[in-house]
């Protein structure tokens, strides 16, 4: 198990990164449907996909939705024959769906019943730096209290400690889209995500209801995660210190970030879903911790092109792109439509990851089990940008470079070739102003910001590719770079920027931004 592991995780950071540079447009269709399936336990693809319920607020009095979460220690089947222990929102990997409409507040308020500190994330989200998750913003267990380190980092965040819960309030202020809330404490994020602080935040609004998307059983959140699994259905997690006190990975893991072989959707290893024969609207979130996919379906629709994105990281499109593949890295969304009507009822239709090694190699299955009424189809167009297109200059306002250098070096991942420094800030932006910035990765990093949206100029040096449209909160940067145009709207204050790979981010590749 664990040696195939290592010889996944070993392959991901490079091919990886290779494949996005020249992926997207320039490949042809999906690769031949010959994977050996053989890879994978017998068990594939028996368990049905299930959907994370939706919680139910505690009052809706004020037109504020209340709800309340409980963090603490659960069981859960990830696979047929064992059980395993898991971190969960709720106590369930992932955690609740919680569903919020576009200008009317929702107040989450947590409780840590885990042993260890926690802090929520909402990411995507515009929310004012207090309420935003800042990673020194503990939020310590029920009945503990603060040691001496923590209190003297608490003056770095944002919103101090807090003993046993905290409540946190997003306006929603923003349009219609697939964000997702996730744990996010100070160099342990890897570590605790991946035991299961994960879920999605849906935000939906009146433009997107005016549209004949497909909805209810039709719309279905799909939080694709690997995990390496023991034999008795433990989480194996390469923690330098086993006692979890102090942080970090052991060294064969610090460039690739944690990768496993077994992939998960919504929580089950290689799940499948009936479809009837019609539109399906798919909300794709990569939450691992370090490992991007490029998705396809096998067999693709007769005529190719079957994913058609309706919508990026933090909303939907102008307009839908329609094509074969893309490639989603770690925090990243893709809102897309699915056509099954395109298939003949009996198919079965594999989702799969042409880059990954081995059982990490496919994801989930669809069988088209038969025709039915349909009323959704593809909009021609969906919700105009509002917002002023993005223009490109000579130069760029700031530069970023991540740096986690080759595989057998010892360079710790780094931000402009600086550990993160609490005490240090990296960037001042101005509340209201547009920045063009150049990324440039090495090897292949995806970066995401809190709070501002960006748009892409450039990939590689040159125009963007199909699946760069519309705005985003995260972007797996490409060894050749990538220019982006930042808008700073929402609100001031002091947020981080990071790469995604959790591994990274914990051991160092962050930066603080404060909008001023
Ligand atoms: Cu999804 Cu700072 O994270
Ligand atoms: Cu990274």
């Given at each position: 198990m664990l040696r195939w592991g290592l010889a996944g995780t070993l392959g991901l950071a490079l091919p990886a990164g290779t494949a996005v540079v020249?992926?997207?447009?320039?490949r042809g269709p999906a690769a031949a449907p010959s994977a050996a399936e053989d890879a994978l336990p017998t068990w594939a693809f028996g368990t049905p996909l299930p959907i994370p319920a939706v919680l139910r607020p505690v009052s809706t009095e004020g037109g504020v939705d209340r709800y309340e979460i409980v963090q603490r220690e659960g069981r859960q089947r990830i696979v047929p024959d064992a059980t395993t222990a898991i971190w969960g929102y709720d106590g369930t990997f992932p955690g609740p769906t919680i569903e919020a409409r576009r200008g009317r507040p929702v107040v989450v308020t947590h409780r840590n019943e885990l042993p260890a500190p926690t802090v929520v994330h909402l990411h995507g989200g515009v929310v004012p730096p207090q309420d935003d998750g800042h990673p020194l913003d503990l939020v310590l267990p029920v009945g503990a209290q603060a040691d001496a380190v923590q209190t003297e980092h608490a003056r770095h965040g944002v919103a101090g400690l807090a003993a046993g819960s905290r409540a946190y309030a997003y306006a929603?202020?923003?349009?219609a889209a697939t964000l997702w809330y996730h744990d996010h404490r100070m160099a342990f994020t890897g570590p605790q995500v991946y035991r299961g602080l994960a879920g999605f935040y849906l935000i939906r609004d009146d433009a997107e209801d005016a549209l004949a998307l497909p909805r209810g059983e039709r719309d279905i959140p799909l939080l694709i995660a690997d995990r390496q699994l023991a034999p008795d259905g433990s989480l194996f997690y390469p923690a330098a210190d086993p006692t979890g006190r102090r942080p970090g990975v052991t060294e064969r893991y610090h460039h690739s970030g944690m990768a496993g072989e077994t992939v998960t959707v919504n929580g089950v290893a290689w799940p499948f879903l009936e479809v009837d024969a019609a539109l399906y609207r798919l909300r794709f979130l990569n939450a691992s911790n370090a490992r991007p996919y490029r998705l396809v379906l096998d067999?693709?629709?007769?005529?190719?092109?079957?994913f058609v994105q309706i919508g990026s990281d933090v909303g939907l499109l102008p307009r839908p792109v329609r094509y074969e593949m893309f490639v989603i890295s770690p925090g990243e969304r893709y809102d897309m439509l699915v056509d099954f009507s395109r298939y003949q009822p009996g198919t079965r239709v594999t989702l799969r990851n042409n880059v990954g090694d081995g059982t990490a190699g496919h994801v989930m299955r669809f069988v088209v089990a038969r025709r039915a009424r349909d009323d959704a189809r593809v909009p021609e167009t969906l919700v105009p940008d509002a917002r002023p297109p993005a223009k490109d200059q000579p130069g760029a306002d700031r530069r970023w470079a991540f740096f986690s250098g080759p595989q057998e070096g010892t360079a710790p991942p780094m931000v402009n070739f600086q550990l993160y420094d609490m005490t240090r800030i990296d960037a001042r932006p101005t509340l209201g102003s547009t920045e063009i910035w150049d990324i440039t990765a090495d090897p292949t990093h995806p970066i995401h910001l809190h709070m501002a949206h960006f748009r892409i100029l450039r990939r590689n040096g040159g125009p963007p590719e199909p699946q760069d449209a519309g705005w985003k909160d995260t972007v797996f940067v490409p060894s050749g770079g990538m220019r982006i145009a930042v808008t700073f709207t929402g609100h001031r204050g002091r947020y981080v920027l990071h790469c995604h790979n959790l591994e990274h981010g914990d051991t160092g590749m962050m930066a603080n931004l404060e909008v001023t």
């Open positions: 020249s992926g997207g447009r320039s929603n202020d923003q349009p067999p693709p629709p007769p005529g190719g092109n079957g």
